[in-house]
């Protein structure tokens, strides 16, 4: 049975094969999803929104019902003015519940009308984040076979004249 809109939120920077398997699943699921990129102004991203945004649509391009947003501020506010009441978030590991599970109760405890669904992410990208993929990409190593390959050319693109041995 399906529902209506479903908001995946998250940084996404950049956006990994763990994040669309997520998309994947949660597609699946409900009528339409928007996997929502936050705006954080206190943090320091490597990609802009722009371009986040841009990778996300490019990534999800074969899943029809999934669009590509982005909010700032609190995500129950967000999800109100989508007329949301389902966030969809990705698990890899006990450490992620637990996080994750104090969040679902302050966004509860904000808006008791939304309710978070946990999608567990296939055990080939328990590992996988944004970050390691950052930081593994910037020392050399291989992370092809991690990211769409429209982020790939981007990681080259953003960190070709930092990598070891590129002058």
């Known amino acids: 049975m ?6 995946y939120p998250g940084s996404f920077d950049p956006i990994t094969n763990g994040h669309i398997y997520i998309a994947e699943c949660a597609s699946a699921i409900f009528d339409e999803v928007r996997l929502s990129i936050l705006v954080n102004p ?11 945004h841009t990778m996300a649509q490019e990534a999800l391009s074969g899943l029809p019902n999934v669009t590509v947003g982005h909010f ?17 978030r990705g698990l890899r590991a006990v450490s992620d519940f637990e996080y994750e599970f104090q969040m679902a ?13 946990f999608i ?22 291989p992370v092809q076979d991690m990211v769409p390959c ?3 050319r981007r990681l080259r693109e953003r960190f070709l004249s930092r990598l070891p041995g590129t002058g």
């Open 72 to 88: 700032e501020g609190l995500l129950v506010d967000y999800l109100r003015q989508q007329n949301s009441q389902v966030i969809i």
């Open 42 to 52: 206190q943090k320091r991203s490597t990609f802009s929104v722009d371009e986040r």
């Open 150 to 152: 429209g982020v790939f």
């Open 2 to 7: 399906k529902r209506a809109l479903a908001v």
């Open 105 to 117: 109760l302050m966004n509860r405890r904000l808006a008791p009308e939304i309710e978070t669904f």
């Open 120 to 141: 567990v992410t296939d055990p080939k990208y328990s590992y996988l984040s944004s970050s390691t993929v950052r930081d593994v990409f910037q020392f050399g190593g």
